[in-house]
Every structure is written in structure tokens, then in C-alpha cells.
């Protein structure tokens, strides 16, 4: 059972664009909503992360708003650089449950143009 | 301070040997999860565990697959009787607390099985 949708899949954006990425979830007992980063033959490494005591949350270039009613959280990244090109996963973990539920979603892969 | 380790690296196995992954997490995270991710794809969930315990085994694809936990620290992945459908990027990421903070991946093993 899918308990995130996250999209677009890929995304390709000119040098100082804003790419926004979105992640939309089912279930509503989770109290963490982070974004790791993945780079070719590296393991993922957390970017940002929210909890769900505000809406929003900026780190340098990038942003992450979490909208609580529309159960959904994005990623923002400002003035984007190449080498920001990664791909991108939103993992919120359950607060309970099976550890099946434990899930990424499926990763947006982010290129950046110079 | 050191990372989550992963060994070996790179291994490449004939169809029906066994393998053993092993993943050295940070000191004193409580929790530690492997993930399998497969070329382009995202992660998939397999096994998670809260000191030496997984309470919950049923994300690990078939019964080749088994995983220990021993003196809360290192952990052994084992696949018997590998099958080419088993290759892929082997990742291990340990946290504090399980589902409720940021997770330290280790650098992945590639298996290959031929």
C-alpha cells in the first residue's frame, strides 16, 4: 500500500530557476517530513526536514512547506545550480505500524542546466 | 565522527551462492534499516530493527533473505542462493530512534549476481 505519491518524476530546469517537487501522503500519522538528496553511487543524505508544528521551513536555498489539510509537502529549491542535479526522495516515517510502511517515494531526478 | 560503513563495497557472486552484507552504523543509534534499490529506482523498504530485534520481517523479498542485529550494533544482510534478480544497491542507514529522526545512510553495496 503506497503511502506516498511524489512527483514529477524528472524535472529539468535552467541554472537559477526554481524547481518545486511535491509529496503527497495518506496517512496522517506522521510527524516528520524529510527530503533527502542522492547523488550517482552515494546513499541518500537528508536535505531538509519539517515537523508539522509549522508551515514552513528555509535552509539556505532551500525551502520545504508543508500544507497539514492537503497532506502534502515540497521542496522548493532557489536559484538552483547544476550542482544541485540529484535525485530527490521524500520519506516521512510512520509514528507507528508495520515497518512496511516504512516507504520513499519513488525519487524525482532533478537536472539542472548551466 | 564516523558514518554508517558498509561491506564490501562492490560484490559479484554466481547465481546460487550466498552472500553476506555487513553494515556498521553510527555508535549508539538505536535503530538501523537496509534498503535495496535497484538501477533508477527508488528505495524498497526490507527490514528494520530497534536494538538487536526486528519485529517485523515481512518486507525481505523471500525466504533467502535473512538479517541479525547483534550487540545492538553491526548487522549481517544474507541472501542464499542468489538470483540475478537479487542485484542491486544494497543501502543501510541507522538513526537514533526508529521512525522519528533523520536516517545516516551508509554507502551502499553493489551486488551483482551473474
Known amino acids: 500500500q503506497q503511502q506516498v505519491k511524489q512527483s514529477p518524476q524528472s524535472l529539468i530546469v535552467q541554472k537559477g530557476g526554481i524547481p518545486i517537487i511535491n509529496c503527497a501522503y495518506e496517512?496522517?500519522?506522521?510527524?516528520?517530513f524529510p527530503w533527502y538528496q542522492q547523488f550517482p553511487g552515494k546513499g541518500p543524505a537528508l536535505l531538509i526536514a519539517?515537523?508539522?508544528?509549522?508551515s514552513e521551513k528555509k535552509e539556505g536555498r532551500f525551502t520545504i512547506s508543508f500544507n497539514k489539510s492537503a497532506k502534502q509537502f515540497s521542496l522548493h529549491i532557489m536559484d538552483s545550480q547544476p550542482g544541485d542535479s540529484a535525485t530527490y526522495f521524500c520519506?516521512?516515517?510512520?509514528?507507528?505500524?508495520?515497518?512496511?510502511?516504512?516507504?520513499f517515494g519513488s525519487g524525482t531526478q532533478l537536472t539542472v542546466l548551466p | 565522527g564516523a558514518g554508517v560503513s558498509q561491506s564490501p563495497s562492490n560484490k559479484v557472486t554466481e547465481k546460487g551462492k550466498d552472500v553476506e552484507l555487513r553494515c556498521d552504523p553510527i555508535?549508539?543509534?538505536?535503530?538501523l534499516y537496509w534498503y535495496r534499490q535497484s538501477l533508477g529506482q527508488g528505495l524498497e523498504f526490507l527490514i528494520y530493527?530497534?536494538?538487536?530485534?526486528?519485529?517485523?520481517k515481512s518486507g525481505l523479498p523471500s525466504d533467502r533473505f535473512s538479517a541479525e542485529r547483534t550487540g545492538g550494533s553491526v548487522s549481517t544482510l544474507t541472501i542464499q542462493r542468489t538470483q540475478q534478480e537479487d542485484s542491486a544497491v544494497y543501502l543501510c542507514?541507522?538513526?537514533?530512534?526508529?521512525?522519528?529522526?533523520?536516517?545516516?545512510f551508509g554507502p551502499g553495496t553493489r551486488l551483482t549476481v551473474t
Open positions: 542507514a541507522s538513526s537514533p530512534r526508529p521512525f522519528r529522526d533523520e536516517q545516516y
Open positions: 519539517i515537523r508539522p508544528d509549522v
Open positions: 496517512n496522517t500519522a506522521f510527524d516528520y
Open positions: 555508535s549508539g543509534h538505536t535503530a
Open positions: 530493527f530497534q536494538g538487536n530485534s526486528a519485529p517485523d
Open positions: 520519506a516521512p516515517p510512520p509514528i507507528s505500524g508495520s515497518a512496511r510502511q516504512l516507504t
